[in-house]
């Protein structure tokens, strides 16, 4: 594959009918921490940036990376590049997975917003980290890309899969038609974000429920009814407890088909950097 196959590829699945995966040449990078502020009272954003950032890869809406951390023993010990793949050491190094928030090229600067949580690595890292931490990044490994062929988008998700459904609001054209539901503990974790005019944004409030449990968001997306003999493209990420039933809704009540739907569990609860795809 040459370095820039990936770009062909990409440009055929959005010329096409079908979303796909399309599999980028995978960087290693050394990052600076350039700041970290908070979104809201559950999302901290963290900017990267330095010399390692140049010509990082950032074509579509859902993409993430691996923050790379040392191990128990404070040990680090990273991928080694394999032409335009990553080798993992074994056992693998501690590692979490985040949505790319944004690219800045021109400005070399990639923020990640990372939900925070008590007990976890990548959480209690970002609390904690200093402008001027070096930390290493993997990927993205590639890109889910969608061609603009859908009638209406149904996107929805905790506030783990917050960042990815900003920036696919952001990405894809304004006209798109659709809605985004975004389950909350309540209005202070909601964020500014750009939303199309014809996206029904609906901040769903769990309340007193912790993260991870409860049916606020099943409940909430019951609501919405497609329109017959109209494409709808549906993304939604979360835990991957709460994602069975709505798994089962999208495929067997509004059947929608493979190619038009995308759900993934971003964590399981008591399980340290869970992934699991549809
Ligand atoms: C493709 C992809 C993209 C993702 N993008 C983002 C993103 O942009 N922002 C983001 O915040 N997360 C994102 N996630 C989810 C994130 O990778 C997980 O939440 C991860 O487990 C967090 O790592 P940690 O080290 O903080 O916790 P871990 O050490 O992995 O987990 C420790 C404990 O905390 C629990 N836990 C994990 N995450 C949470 C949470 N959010 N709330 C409550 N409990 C939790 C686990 O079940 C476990 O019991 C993404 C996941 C995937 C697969």
Do not use: N
Not at 87 to 93: E, G, K, S, T, V
Not at 114 to 135: C, K
Not at 230 to 240: K, P, Q
């Amino acid at each position: 594959m040459s370095l820039d196959a990936h770009l062909d590829r990409i440009a055929e699945v959005k010329a096409g009918m079908s979303s796909a995966k399309v599999a980028y040449p995978i960087g290693l990078r050394e990052l600076e921490v350039v700041s970290t502020r908070m979104l809201g009272s559950g999302l901290l954003r963290v900017t990267l940036g330095g010399e390692g950032a140049r010509g990082f890869e950032s074509h579509v809406p859902e993409e993430h990376v691996r923050l790379i951390f040392p191990d128990e023993h404070g040990q680090l010990r990273l991928p080694e590049r394999d032409g335009l793949s990553l080798r993992w050491p074994r056992p693998l190094p501690v590692s979490r997975e985040y949505t790319v928030r944004r690219y800045d090229p021109a400005a070399e600067l990639l923020d990640v917003d990372v939900a925070l949580h008590p007990g976890g690595v990548a959480s209690d890292w970002a609390v904690s980290v200093e402008p001027g931490t070096r930390i290493y990044v993997a990927g993205p490994p590639g890109g889910y890309v969608t061609p603009e062929v859908y009638a209406r988008y149904l996107f929805a998700g905790d506030i783990t899969a917050l960042p990815a459904i900003a920036r696919w609001l952001e990405m894809l054209p304004p006209d798109i038609v659709g809605w985004a539901f975004v389950e909350v503990a309540d209005a202070s974790e909601e964020i500014e974000m750009t939303v199309p005019a014809c996206v029904q944004l609906r901040w769903v409030h769990r309340g007193a429920v912790p993260i991870g449990h409860g049916d606020a968001l099943e409940r909430a997306l019951r609501e919405v009814r497609l329109p017959a003999g109209e494409r709808t493209f549906v993304w939604i990420s979360g835990e991957a407890g709460v994602l069975k039933p709505l798994r089962r809704w999208v495929r067997d009540e509004l059947g929608v088909p493979p190619t038009d739907r995308r759900i993934t569990g971003y964590w399981k609860r008591g399980v340290a950097d869970f992934d699991d795809e549809d």
